[in-house]
Nanobody
Framework: QVQLTESGGGLVQAGGSLRLSCAAS????????MGWYRQAPGKQRELVAV???????NYADSVKGRSTISRDNAKNTMSLQMNSLKPDDTAVYYC?????????WGQGTQVTVSS
């Protein structure tokens, strides 16, 4: 099993910044893909950004250029720096980890961007 704990959500004004963090514990295994997804009210969960163990990243077009995903493999942590936030970024953000044994989700952290 893998446990994921998110932190760093909150309320921010449009144009502001937030940094989300995710700490992983359990049977993580060395090779895995970590990422952030988000779900706004009435919408499906969508990819925000992912990062491989080797540091290869992929971003949704909606956040590309405004967000940076990073990870520390030694500490089993991952972060998402989000800048120039927009009201459309308002959602619950979920940490995700996928390895050879399956996919795991954190409990989510709320990000609210006011206009």
């Amino acid at each position: 099993q893998v446990q994921l704990t998110e932190s760093g959500g909150g309320l921010v004004q449009a144009g502001g910044s937030l940094r989300l963090s995710c700490a992983a514990s359990g049977n993580i295994f060395n090779i895995n893909l970590m990422g952030w997804y988000r779900q706004a009210p009435g919408k499906q969960r969508e990819l925000v950004a992912v990062i491989s163990t080797g540091g290869i990243t992929n971003y949704a077009d909606s956040v590309k250029g405004r967000s940076t995903i990073s990870r520390d493999n030694a500490k089993n942590t991952m972060s998402l720096q989000m800048n120039s936030l927009k009201p459309d970024d308002t959602a619950v953000y979920y940490c995700n980890l996928r390895n050879g044994h399956g996919g795991y989700w954190g409990q989510g952290t709320q990000v609210t961007v006011s206009s």
